[in-house]
C-alpha cells in the first residue's frame, strides 16, 4: 500500500499526517473507493457526479476534478500493475474548530496493487438484518468519513456469523447493507430503495438504473422477504447474489444486471 498528496496538480509520496487534519480531526471530509483497470478509473463520470454533490453538499470548494484523474493515472503507471484498488479521501484543510478556517479541498490517496479483478466474482454472501438503524436523513447518499454505523455493523455480522446485514433506517424501511447497495428481484422488476432511505448514492446503483426494469422505490422487510431473489452492488466488486432464508440465490434479472455492470465497466 502507497500513500500520497495531492499538491499542485499531481500526487506526491505521503509522509504523515497531523492529528490537527480536519479529515481525522472532524471527520470532516469523503472518501471514493474504486477499482482501477489497465491505469484507469473505473467509472469515472458516475464518481464524479457523486464527488460534485458531495462537495457542494459539505461546502467544501469545488476543484478540478478532470485534473485529478490525470494525476491518478500518472500514479497509476508508476506502479506497472494492470489492476489496483485505490481510495481517494477528500477532505476540507485548514484548521480551526466545529467552524473551518477555509473550505478549500485537500486530496490523500492510496494505491493497493491486486494480482486479479474482484469485480467478477460469484461469490453468494449469507445475510441477516441488523439492529442497527440509520438516519433517514440525506446524509446517508454521500461516502462521508463517519461510517461508524456500519462499522459497528459489520462487527454484529460477524458475531452472527454472517457475512453481511441489511440496514434499515429509523423509519424501518429498508436502506442499505453495511458496504453496498441493496436490489430485490420481484416479479419482472428489479427494485432498491430509493435516496430518501438515507442509503448511499452508490456508482453501480446509478449505472444500473439506467435499465429500464431497475426502479427505486421505498421497501419494507416485507417486500424482502417476498423477492425471487437479492443482490447487492459495490463498484468494486460488482454484483454479489445473497442467501436469506429461503429467496433463491440465482435469477435471469440478477444475470442481466451482472451482464450489464461488466459491460459498463469495460
Not at 466545529?98 to 460469484?122: K, M, Q, R
Not at 454472501?125 to 438516519?135: C, D, E, N, Y
Not at 454521500?142 to 455480522?157: D, P, S
Amino acid at each position: 500500500m502507497k500513500n500520497y498528496r495531492f499538491t499542485k496538480g499531481a500526487f506526491s509520496p505521503l509522509e504523515g499526517l497531523s492529528p490537527s487534519n480536519r479529515g481525522f480531526a472532524f471527520a470532516d471530509g469523503f472518501f471514493e473507493s474504486m477499482l482501477c483497470l489497465d491505469g484507469k478509473p473505473t467509472f469515472w463520470d458516475e464518481r464524479v457526479h457523486r464527488m460534485r454533490n458531495t462537495l457542494a453538499f459539505l461546502k467544501i470548494e469545488a476543484f478540478a476534478l478532470d485534473e485529478l484523474q490525470q494525476a491518478i493515472v500518472a500514479v497509476l503507471s508508476e506502479h506497472h500493475k494492470p489492476i489496483a484498488r485505490i481510495r481517494m479521501t477528500i477532505y476540507r484543510e485548514g484548521k480551526g474548530r466545529y467552524l473551518p478556517e477555509t473550505n478549500v479541498a485537500g486530496v490523500l490517496l492510496s494505491v493497493e496493487d491486486l494480482e486479479a479483478s474482484p469485480f467478477h466474482s460469484i461469490a453468494v454472501r449469507r445475510i441477516g438484518v441488523s439492529s442497527i438503524r440509520l438516519s433517514p436523513l440525506p446524509e446517508g447518499n454521500h461516502k462521508l468519513l463517519a461510517k461508524h454505523a456500519q462499522v459497528r455493523a459489520a462487527l454484529e455480522a460477524k458475531a452472527l456469523g454472517l457475512d453481511d446485514l441489511i440496514m434499515l433506517n429509523a423509519k424501518d424501511e429498508v436502506s442499505e447493507l453495511i458496504a453496498g447497495n441493496l436490489f430485490v428481484v420481484l416479479g419482472n422488476e428489479v427494485l432498491t430503495p430509493s435516496l430518501d432511505s438515507g442509503c448511499l448514492d452508490g456508482v453501480a446503483r446509478r449505472v444500473l438504473l439506467e435499465l429500464t426494469h431497475v426502479k427505486e422505490v421505498r421497501l419494507t422487510m416485507d417486500e424482502i422477504l417476498k423477492a425471487d431473489a437479492l443482490f447487492s452492488t459495490n463498484s468494486v466488486v460488482g454484483l454479489i447474489p445473497l442467501q436469506l432464508e429461503r429467496i433463491e440465490v440465482h435469477h435471469a434479472l440478477m444475470r442481466r444486471c451482472k451482464e450489464y455492470l461488466e459491460k459498463r465497466i469495460r
